[in-house]
């Protein structure tokens, strides 16, 4: 981030809340015109502070209205095991995120699907065929009080 001044963090700021602003909007934004905003929002992206562009779909109106984290622990801490798992779930449509984890639990998973039923069908059929899997625990989103993409910089 050393090489980051305030018009790069002022232009991340703005695309993380808007990334469908125009060049001409975010030059107008940050005071410059729209040729070094254009060269620096390139600049930003080969350097790997901008990863992707993508649309936030709602998952009610999907119908895929219950959100779940579940916490996994692998059959043994054997690394071959985690690099099966991390291939297998890689795989999986359900899970929306995965994240190696420390404590009681192995990784974590976030996992978006229609009801009841279809995790149950989820965790039977579609992880219990995971075979490095031990076992699992999970929650259930009852309200989402906040959810932000947006990184504090």
């Not at 699992?136 to 989103?141: G, Y």
Request: proline residues 2%; charged residues 25%.
């Amino acid at each position: 981030m050393d090489n980051l001044d305030d018009k790069d963090l002022q232009l991340l700021r703005l695309l993380q809340k808007d990334a469908k602003l125009t060049v001409k909007e975010l030059a107008k934004e940050v005071n410059l015109s729209p040729s070094p905003v254009f060269e620096r929002v390139k600049r930003l992206e080969q350097e790997g502070y901008i990863k992707k562009y993508a649309a936030l779909l709602d998952a009610e109106k999907l119908n895929l209205g219950l959100t779940v984290y579940c916490q996994l622990k692998l059959k043994s801490n054997d690394s071959y095991l985690a690099i099966e798992f991390e291939r297998e779930i890689l795989e999986i449509e359900e899970v929306a995120e995965c994240y190696s984890i420390s404590g009681d639990f192995d990784f974590l998973l976030k996992v978006y699907v229609r009801d009841m039923k279809q995790y149950q069908n989820f965790v039977f059929n579609i992880l219990g065929a995971v075979p490095s899997i031990g076992s699992t625990h999970s929650t259930f989103v009852m309200a989402q009080v906040k959810n932000t993409y947006g990184l504090t910089i």
